[in-house]
């Protein structure tokens, strides 16, 4: 019997250890002996819960406990998560996590010290909620010079972005029912503003690199500056609005963003709708692939964690190597970051060609503006031009 201890009992806790007993029987075959969760840590109490039997309020309980041979760490945020996953790791136990914000923030370390004491510290749900992206990334791309990641990687903004464009919703309304739904964070300005999408692309780029990128050194928009007339203009132009979380990786300079984009209708993410996310990656010798799937909710995510204790219990005594070395990764300044702009403005023709030359127009009934879209250029020049116009709003392109 392998023992494990789920820290947190809120959606994803509970969806672990629902997972654990909806899929026992298969769960335990690929094991090859029983996995039982011995504790559950909260500091509430769940009467009626049958987890109030293994409900323990201490850490201790769980850190002091040798049968316990992983931890399962789903309470989000990175203190105390750090506190105790670092504790976990240094007596010997493995970790598997959900939590983004704490992978991000102290991934390199926390792989370190698994690797020193022969245990693991995985990460799977971290990104992506059910979607396999850190696997493959350290086990199947490895034979490839990573071009591009580009992904849709929040699902509360998605499925906001989503609702806006196929029925006019408006933003409020969304993000009230994907809190509803368990999507949204605690304090949904986390997606919103972009900053969980941040701490996913900074993830997937340090596995990337195989080094430390900094999340607070991503360039982060969010999308609640969007409204109905940028939904309006995009689908004009054949495509729509996605929160992307972006790494270009070019003649050694690595460029990471989180934006929202207006993405063509034949952009490979351009089908990835609602709670949905979609990663896609290009490799120097694999070329494009592309990774969809549940990016949020209870089980979806808790699938991905309990794959992680599997894949733990499979590997009690041997370290499965991840390479993200503490060496902090310089970003490319986003003033060189090239793509096409869409722009609304208040300035007349004339002046938009006077700036920017030869442009893309784009109409919508009852909007009393100009917009269009430049030729691909750097950001800085784009904003050197741009001040000379009256912009009301611009967004990248993805075309
Ligand atoms: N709030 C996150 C999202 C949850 O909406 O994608 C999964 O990380």
Not at 383 to 391: F, G, Q, T
């Given at each position: 019997?392998?023992?494990?201890a789920?820290?947190?009992?809120g959606t994803?806790?509970s969806g672990?250890?629902?997972?654990?007993?909806?899929?026992?029987e298969?769960?335990?075959?690929?094991?090859?002996?029983?996995?039982?969760?011995?504790?559950?840590?909260?500091?509430?109490?769940?009467?009626?819960?049958?987890?109030?039997?293994?409900?323990?309020?201490?850490?201790?309980?769980?850190?002091n406990d040798?049968e316990?041979?992983?931890?399962?760490?789903?309470?989000?945020?990175v203190?105390?998560?750090?506190?105790?996953?670092?504790?976990?790791?240094?007596?010997?136990?493995?970790?598997?996590?959900?939590?983004?914000?704490l992978?991000?923030?102290?991934g390199?370390e926390l792989?370190?010290?698994?690797k020193?004491?022969?245990?693991?510290?995985?990460?799977?749900?971290?990104v992506?909620?059910?979607?396999?992206?850190?696997?493959?990334?350290?086990?199947?791309?490895?034979?490839?010079e990573?071009?591009?990641?580009?992904?849709i990687?929040?699902?509360?903004?998605?499925?906001?972005?989503s609702k806006?464009?196929?029925?006019g919703s408006d933003?409020d309304?969304?993000?009230?029912?994907?809190?509803?739904?368990?999507y949204?964070?605690?304090n949904?300005e986390?997606?919103?503003?972009?900053?969980?999408?941040?701490?996913?692309?900074?993830?997937?780029?340090?596995l990337a690199?195989?080094?430390?990128?900094?999340?607070?050194?991503?360039?982060?928009e969010?999308?609640?500056?969007?409204?109905?007339?940028?939904?309006k203009?995009?689908?004009?132009?054949?495509?729509?609005?996605?929160?992307?979380?972006?790494?270009?990786?070019?003649?050694?300079t690595?460029?990471?963003?989180?934006?929202?984009?207006?993405i063509g209708?034949?952009?490979?993410?351009?089908?990835?709708s609602?709670?949905?996310?979609?990663?896609?990656?290009n490799?120097n010798?694999?070329?494009?692939?592309?990774f969809y799937?549940?990016?949020?909710?209870?089980?979806?995510t808790?699938?991905?964690?309990?794959?992680?204790?599997?894949?733990a219990a499979?590997?009690?005594?041997t370290?499965?190597?991840t390479?993200?070395d503490s060496?902090?990764?310089?970003?490319g300044?986003?003033?060189?970051?090239?793509c096409?702009?869409?722009?609304?403005?208040?300035?007349?023709e004339?002046?938009?060609e006077?700036?920017?030359?030869?442009?893309?127009?784009?109409?919508v009934d009852g909007?009393?503006?100009?917009?269009f879209?430049?030729?691909?250029?750097?950001?800085?020049d784009f904003?050197?031009?741009?001040?000379?116009?009256?912009?009301i709003?611009?967004?990248?392109?993805?075309f």
């Open positions: 019997m392998i023992n494990i789920v820290l947190g009992y994803v806790g672990v250890v629902e997972v654990i007993n909806i899929n026992h298969s769960i335990n075959k690929r094991v090859g002996e029983e996995v039982n969760v011995k504790y559950v840590l909260d500091l509430r109490e769940f009467p009626g819960d049958p987890v109030q039997e293994i409900l323990v309020h201490d850490y201790n309980v769980i850190l040798p316990v041979k992983i931890v399962v760490e789903v309470m989000g945020g203190n105390p998560a750090y506190t105790f996953v670092k504790s976990a790791l240094e007596a010997g136990k493995s970790v598997c996590t959900s939590n983004k914000e992978v991000a923030a102290h390199a792989l370190a010290i698994a020193e004491k022969n245990v693991n510290f995985l990460f799977e749900a971290s992506g909620g059910g979607i396999p992206i850190i696997r493959p990334l350290n086990q199947s791309l490895t034979a490839d990573i071009t591009e990641i580009t992904g990687l929040n699902g509360t903004t998605n499925y906001i972005l806006m464009t196929d029925e933003f309304s969304v993000l009230k029912i994907a809190q509803e739904k368990g949204a964070e605690r949904p986390a997606d919103v503003e972009g900053y969980d999408a941040c701490r996913k692309i900074a993830i997937l780029t340090s690199l195989g080094k430390q990128v900094d999340y607070q050194d991503i360039h982060t969010g999308i609640t500056k969007i409204t109905d007339a940028e939904i203009y995009a689908k004009a132009l054949g495509g729509s609005i996605k929160l992307l979380g972006m790494s270009k990786f070019e003649n050694g690595t460029y990471s963003m989180v934006a929202p984009f207006i209708g034949d952009h490979p993410l351009a089908t990835v609602g709670v949905f996310n979609g990663i896609f990656i490799g010798v694999l070329g494009d692939t592309m799937g549940r990016g949020a909710g209870k089980l979806p808790a699938s991905a964690v309990v794959a992680d204790v599997v894949d499979r590997h009690l005594d370290n499965i190597m390479i993200w060496e902090k990764v310089t970003l300044d986003m003033s060189s970051f090239e096409r702009y869409f722009v609304r403005t208040n300035s007349k004339a002046e938009v006077a700036a920017f030359g030869d442009v893309q127009y784009v109409t909007l009393n503006e100009v917009a879209v430049t030729e691909k250029m750097a950001e800085g904003e050197a031009k741009a001040k000379e116009l009256d912009v709003y611009r967004l990248r392109t993805a």
